[in-house]
């Protein structure tokens, strides 16, 4: 009997739910059997946004002590946030900046069985740093079980270089490069501070 192969995903913002609704959209292609996602906060706001994720097959996880809270809104939760985890076999965390270590250091690293963990570019130091297509070779199977994805910017400039300096170069092709990052002011989905 095959091993169930899990995704969860820690986080719903402006990295998370997309990367849920993309997961549900590609579930098959991937070929895992459930994606299980944690929700922090119980928000009327994010309610709707919720219960579509888990209209479409996602199962929530919740700290134990707020699945009432959680179930005041109408979101059944499916498992707690240790037990989504207990059974994961890849965690991506989509939280914001600084929460990925901390998740590592009090969550993850408790957790021999899961194949693999992903954070976000801001999160230095979660382990090692990957950009897709750029360093694939440096990606030892069985051995690399954290990976921290690169920034879209790094990603952005590394397909740059590659592609006009680099591809079917020496190595040593790149003299010197000057690049000027233009960046939002803010995700749309962000509404404090400034809204773009």
């Known amino acids: ?4 192969r899990v995704v ?11 990367l849920i609704s993309l997961l549900l959209n590609l579930q098959r292609d991937l070929e895992f059997d459930e994606l299980t996602f944690h929700k922090n906060r119980p928000l009327l706001d994010d309610r709707v ?14 700290e134990a002590d707020k699945v009432a809270d959680f179930e005041k809104l109408g979101l059944s939760p499916t498992y707690t946030r240790p037990e989504a985890l207990a059974q994961a076999t890849v965690v991506i965390d989509c939280t914001e900046e600084g ?9 993850y ?7 693999g963990f992903i954070a976000q570019g801001s999160e230095f130091g979660f382990g090692k740093m990957y950009a897709h297509s750029i360093n694939d070779a440096a ?6 079980r954290f990976l921290q994805v690169v920034s879209c910017n790094t990603h952005n400039l590394a397909v ?6 680099l591809q079917d170069e020496a ?20 509404d404090k501070d400034f809204i773009p």
């Open 1 to 4: 009997m095959s091993t169930k």
């Open 160 to 165: 740059l270089l590659k592609t006009l300096a």
């Open 8 to 18: 969860h995903v820690v986080g719903t913002g402006t990295l998370g739910e997309p």
């Open 109 to 115: 690293n408790h957790l021999p069985h899961a194949r």
């Open 99 to 107: 929460l990925g270590l901390r998740h590592q250091r009090e969550w």
């Open 49 to 62: 946004k919720i219960l579509t994720l888990m209209r479409r097959g996602a199962k929530l996880a919740v």
């Open 171 to 190: 190595p040593d092709n790149l003299i010197e490069g000057r690049f000027v990052c233009m960046r939002r002011a803010t995700d749309l989905s962000q």
């Open 139 to 144: 990606l030892v199977p069985g051995t690399d």
